[in-house]
């Protein structure tokens, strides 16, 4: 993913301000998701605990 954003973003870096044009910080956001539950073979996945997230 990474190489994939710097060949879209790279040929642009040379582009100067100009007077109609300014320069843009690009900061991508990457945020991590949790693993879906794995099946336990009880066939009731409603009662089992999830851990909890990094700001729990």
């Not at 190489?3 to 320069?23: C, K, V």
């Not at 991508?28 to 693993?35: D, N």
């Amino acid at each position: 993913m990474i190489n994939g954003m710097r060949a879209a973003i790279t040929p642009h870096l040379a582009n100067e301000p100009s007077p109609d044009r300014t320069q843009y910080l690009i900061s991508p956001i990457l945020f991590p998701v949790e693993a879906p539950p794995t099946e336990t073979g009880t066939g009731n996945t409603a009662t089992g605990s999830q851990s909890p997230g990094p700001c729990s």
